[in-house]
């Protein structure tokens, strides 16, 4: 069972920047693939970024060049540093954490409400 806490979000103007924040408690966390996912209201959720227990990225279009993920296995923490935010970023950020062990373990935290003004 893997818990996840996010934090860092906020209200900020259009150009400035955050970084979001996601404690991990639970065991193996360098295992799991770890995501950023995001839910503007009357949206359905889509995905931000993910890495990999290797470290490797991916990233949706609108976050390229803007968005940048990361883990420290070491503090179970995956964070989001999102720079040149615009008010299309507004929305409720998500951390999402998965491993395929047989089946595929699922587990997302409470959310985050990033708000970007214009």
């Known amino acids: 069972q893997v818990q996840l806490v996010e934090s860092g979000g906020g209200l900020v103007q259009a150009g400035g920047s955050l970084r979001l924040s996601c404690a991990a408690s639970?065991?193996?966390?360098?295992?799991?693939?770890m995501g950023w996912y995001r839910q503007a209201s009357g949206k359905q959720r889509e995905l931000v970024a993910i890495i990999t227990s290797g470290g490797s990225t991916n990233y949706a279009d609108s976050a390229k060049g803007r968005f940048t993920i990361s883990r420290d296995n070491a503090k179970n923490t995956v964070y989001l540093q999102m720079n040149s935010l615009k008010p299309e970023d507004t929305a409720v950020y998500y951390c999402?954490?998965?491993?395929?062990?047989?089946?595929?373990?699922?587990?997302w935290g409470q959310g985050t409400q990033v708000t970007v003004s214009s």
């Open positions: 639970g065991r193996h966390f360098s295992s799991y693939v």
């Open positions: 999402n954490a998965q491993q395929r062990i047989g089946i595929l373990y699922n587990y």
